[in-house]
């Protein structure tokens, strides 16, 4: 029998999910007043909310609860949490505004195409240059969220000071030519995509 969709949104992957979403603002909060020590809190949140990222589709397919909702969820709950930091680390100037605005274009064109491909019933394929963006952009707001110089120890003797909104600024930045490089891709799979259609449905 399928499931409700009170049921769906009540499976523990699902719920995941919007715990994601619902550590937003918490985040926010905590550095919205630049205290160091919450900023430390905020990242460790933020950490922690990434994590479930990969928590809760592991769990979704091991317990066979893969839900159209949580199909739309996911990624959304992914782009929201990482958007949101971005804006609010403009806001607290902690990061180029310029920077924000081209990934927030990209993000928003290349949902754009694929709201067009499922329409027309194309299937574009993910590439491995957008999952290294990612990843890269969500390790990057969890610097630019500690933003204060902080010693990290490498070894039980040895201890380095590390200047947390700098290591940021540069990962992000190698995140843009990820994002950048992904976007030309899905453009080109599109379009070939597209021809491959038109050609079939000529007689």
């Not at 317990?63 to 992914?78: E, N």
């Not at 952009?137 to 000071?161: D, G, K, N, S, T």
């Amino acid at each position: 029998m399928r499931a409700t969709m009170r049921e769906e949104l009540l499976n523990l992957p699902n719920m995941l999910t919007m715990a994601r979403v619902a550590a937003i603002p918490v985040v926010m909060l905590l550095i919205w007043n630049g205290d160091p020590e919450n900023c430390i809190y905020a990242s460790w949140l933020y950490a922690l909310a990434t994590a479930t990222d990969f928590l809760d589709g592991w769990l979704a397919r091991r317990r066979g609860l893969v839900t159209v909702l949580g199909k739309f969820l996911d990624p959304l709950a992914d782009k929201l949490l990482v958007m949101a930091m971005l804006v609010i680390l403009v806001a607290l100037h902690r990061v180029p505004g310029w920077l924000v605005v081209v990934l927030l274009a990209r993000e928003m064109t290349i949902n754009g195409l694929r709201a067009i491909a499922s329409t027309e019933g194309l299937v574009i394929p993910a590439d491995q240059d957008g999952k290294i963006k990612t990843a890269f952009q969500m390790f990057a707001v969890m610097c630019l969220l500690i933003h204060y110089p902080a010693p990290v120890r490498l070894l039980w003797f040895y201890e380095v000071q590390v200047n947390w909104n700098e290591v940021g600024f540069w990962v992000l930045l190698l995140s843009l030519f990820f994002s950048l490089k992904s976007a030309i891709i899905y453009f080109r799979r599109f379009f070939a995509a597209v021809d491959e259609k038109r050609s079939a449905e000529v007689p």
